[in-house]
C-alpha cells in the first residue's frame, strides 16, 4: 500500500543522544511528510520532502528520501527532553496516509 | 495555539446520542480534513473537503455525517455510534489537498458508552 510504515515502533534513548527513525513506503509519491505528535494533543508538521529531493534540514531535524529503495529518515540530533513525542510520516499521491508511528522517548 | 480550534475537547456519549464536533480554521486554507486516531493504529482518513466541497469519503459509516458550511468550519454529526466508534477525532487544514503541510487541531476525544 502507500501508506508508510515507520520503524521502530518505540525508541528510548539518553538526551543528548541522536533519534533516528525511518519510514517505508510501496508506491510511488509525490512527496512525504513527518509530524510530531504531543500526548493528548494534534499532530504539528515537521518537514515537507518532494520526490525529487533527497535531504531537507530544519534546525536540528534531518529528512532523506530514498525513492529508490522507498524509504525515508528523520534524525533528531543532540535530542532533549522535549523531544519526547510520537512521530509519523505521512506519505501522499492522490492522497495523504500516515502511517502508526514511532514513540520516542527522550531521558533526561 | 494552533490555529485550527476543534470543540469539544472531550465527549461522552451513550450509543443513541446526537452529537455535533466542531473545527474552526483562522489560517486561511482551502481544505479541511477529518481524521479518526485509535490507539496503536494509523489515523484513518475520513472526509476531505476543499473549497467547501467533499472530494473523498472514505468508506465511512452513514452514522458520521460531515458538514462544510464555509471554508473556515468543518462540523462531523455524530448519531447511533457504536463502542468501537470512541477514538481521537482530529481535524486538519490547509492551503490544497494533500500537497501542502496539515495543520491540525487537538482533537476531540470521543468516548462512547
Redesign the interface.
Known sequence: SQQGEEDPQALSIQEGENATMNCSYKTSINNLQWYRQNSGRGLVHLILIRSNEREKHSGRLRVTLDTSKKSSSLLITASRAADTASYFCATVNNDMRFGAGTRLTVKP | E?G?T?TPRHLVMGMTNKKSLKCEQHLGHNAMYW?KQSA????E?MF?YSLEERV?NNSVPSRFSPECPNSSHLFLHLHTLQPEDSALY?C?SSQAP??????????T?LTVT
Open positions: 494552533t485550527v476543534q481524521y496503536k493504529k494509523p489515523l482518513l476531505v473523498e482530529l486538519a494533500y500537497n501542502s503541510p496539515l495543520h491540525f487541531g487537538n482533537g476525544r
